[in-house]
Structures are given as structure tokens and as C-alpha cells.
């Protein structure tokens, strides 16, 4: 069974940075077709950038520009780079495959503030 640990969330004042981490481990494992998705405070989960097997990324208009998913096939990991961070960014954010999801795994929580 495929197990999913994301990592990498805190606290960032607006404008900072923060680089979440998402390892893919388990029987067949794999980082292909992997979204990173999150739900805020009362809110439905949302997917918010993807990247497909050939390696193209995908993201919701309201983070283009500012975040950034990129993939190590070697590790079997998915990174999201998030730059100038904004307070609704605030957030558990998540990783799963986008067309057939798995069990979700805990998230990390993004809180920006000052």
C-alpha cells in the first residue's frame, strides 16, 4: 500500500517562503500524476498545482506565480516552493494523485501571519 508523509509546513509572516516536502513510499510507489491539494479552516480541499508524468505543472490561478511543484523521481518525492505567502495561503496542505486518490496522509499546516 502506498503511503503518503508530507512535511515542511510552519509559521511564515506574509511574503516569506516555505518549501513543503511530500515522500512517497510503499509497494509501488510513485510520484507521477501527484497534486498537492489544501483545505482551509472551513473550506472544501482543493487541489492547487499538479504535475503530470512528463513532468509538466499545472497550478490554480490564485497561486500562479508564487508557488512551484517540482518532483525527484530518485527519492520518490514531490516538492512545493512557496513564495510570497499570503494569508489566505493559510492552510493543511496535502499530497495525493489527482486522477485515482489514495488514503490521505496527515497533511502539513501552512499558517501565515503576522
Known amino acids: 500500500q502506498v503511503r503518503l508523509v508530507e512535511s515542511g509546513g510552519g509559521l511564515v509572516q506574509p511574503g516569506g517562503s516555505l518549501k513543503l516536502s511530500c515522500a512517497a513510499s510503499?509497494?509501488?510507489?510513485?510520484?507521477?500524476?501527484m497534486g498537492w491539494y489544501r483545505q482551509a479552516p472551513g473550506k472544501q480541499r482543493e487541489l492547487v498545482a499538479y504535475i503530470t508524468s512528463g513532468g509538466s505543472t499545472h497550478y490554480v490561478d490564485s497561486v500562479k506565480g508564487r508557488l512551484t511543484m517540482s518532483m525527484d523521481n530518485a527519492k520518490n518525492t514531490v516538492y512545493l516552493q512557496m513564495n510570497s505567502l499570503k494569508p489566505e495561503d493559510t492552510a493543511v496542505y496535502y499530497c495525493?494523485?489527482?486522477?485515482?486518490?489514495?488514503?490521505w496522509g496527515q497533511g502539513t499546516q501552512v499558517t501565515v501571519s503576522s
Open positions: 510503499g509497494s509501488f510507489s510513485s510520484i507521477h500524476g
Open positions: 495525493n494523485y489527482v486522477l485515482t486518490r489514495i488514503p
